[in-house]
């Protein structure tokens, strides 16, 4: 099946890394027709679902490459209801979108489709970078839930913490699915945990502070997330507490008000030396840190490590490790 891939801007490279592990973890092979920063054309050996997709803008089932669109089969089309609308990308030279929305709308028209600018029962997609042009038929397009879940619309919630989006997109770096079994040990008020937990996996999470513990449960009843154990405790006990391996471990390291604090970071530090101990060969560990020049432990390999920016002069780092 071919699709094409429009992924969002806010961060491109950690878009594309997304959206690898997102195949990955679905077992798809992937050929990549057509490679731009924000555009991919790519066929598959199965379908793909993209609802856990945090910057996956939106995607469309291939139809056509603009070249070949005269010799197109309109067939399906014919007295169904369409709109047209035209996605530019990677352009050094403006287009007209609006007249080559009119042009390709009219190829339809003419072919038996009907135009329905309101609500149109197929919704068609025009991409166009300054060298191709491909049209697609939308088949997903990102929500508004992300914004919905944002930190200070939860029952319980912090001044800082992860955005949901940044929380998704770590829970999928660490290539986890339905039913696998996420440790978060720094769990805070729980926003990596809500996002694992809408992506139906098995949850676990451990905070020093019982304030923290009795929100983070707050904060995933009100999401309806089941399967979940949360307990105040010490991070570097969680082998005595929950006495089982993860399939990964995904969290946002503490971090003090001066974030060269020498504490700070010697926990992130030996979390890591510990992290290998809880989880399985070949098992994720995706974690955010304030800190760019992490150590990192021989038992762990770096897989990649991406900047985002929080707010004013402020950072953070995502780190994906695997256990070796």
Known sequence: MMYIIYLSGENVSLAREELKSVMVTQKSKVEIIHDYPRLLVINTDKK????DCAFVTEVSRYLSNLDDIKSFDFTSYINTTINVRVIKTNLNVDINGTLLERQIGHLFHTNGAIIDLNDPEHLIRIYKTDEKGFMGELIFLQSQEFSKRKASLRPFH?????????ARVMVNLAQVKAGDHVLDPFVGTGGILIEAGLMRCRIAGIDMDEVM??????????????????IKGDAFDTRNIFGENFDAIVTDFPYGKNTKDDNV???AEQFLEYAPSLIKTGGFVSVASNFSDLKIPATLKLKNRFEIYIHKSMSKWIYVFEVI
Not at 48 to 51: H, N, T, V
Not at 158 to 166: A, G, Q, T, W, Y
């Open 48 to 51: 793909i679902s993209f609802s």
């Open 158 to 166: 912090r001044p800082v913490s992860l955005d949901p989006k940044i």
């Open 213 to 230: 513990v009795e929100g983070t449960k707050t904060n995933l009843k009100s999401y309806k997330i089941p399967n979940s154990k949360i």
């Open 265 to 267: 970071r010697n926990i």
